[in-house]
């Protein structure tokens, strides 16, 4: 995919991104409803461990579902956009060979709970694909 344009090979083809979108928004709300775009990153892919490592505070703040994910088995590969806080990883947790795709989906109050209201809201990791291959077909790549 890297080869043929249909992924971003590095970062300056990834930018391209913010001015012409990969994917139609159309087929991303087939996966995903109420998301803005699609962001893909350019390799090398990190492990959220290593995001971790590098500084990233993101990943240990309440709201990412810190314990929603085994860090070292969960690859990050996207987002939906700038700003949109809702990061795209493939999960190794099940298979090395076939993970699923999971987004950080953020509960609005529409999606709470009475349980949530009395707690917080609670974001979570939530199934995109449940293969790489899926995710890929689904967004047309």
């Not at 344009?5 to 590095?10: C, H, K, L, N, Q």
């Not at 979108?21 to 803005?36: D, T, Y």
């Not at 076939?98 to 979570?124: H, I, S």
Request: net charge negative; glycine share 8%; hydrophobic share 40%.
């Amino acid at each position: 995919m890297i080869d043929t344009g249909r992924w971003p090979a590095d970062p300056a083809s990834a930018r391209k991104q913010n001015l012409t979108a990969l994917v139609s928004l159309e087929r991303i709300r087939k996966l995903a409803p109420n998301q803005p775009g699609l962001y893909l990153l350019p390799p090398p892919f990190r492990t959220v461990a290593e995001c971790v490592a590098d500084g990233e505070v993101f990943w240990d703040r309440p709201f990412s579902d810190p314990q929603g994910l085994d860090r070292t088995r969960a690859l990050v590969i996207g987002d939906f956009g700038l700003g949109s806080d809702a990061p795209i990883v493939l999960d190794f947790r099940y298979s090395d060979v076939d993970p699923a795709v999971l987004y950080l989906r953020w509960n609005t109050e529409a999606d709470a709970k009475a349980g949530d209201r009395m707690f917080g809201l609670q974001n979570r990791w939530s199934n995109l694909a449940s293969s790489f291959e899926r995710f890929v077909e689904g967004l047309g790549l």
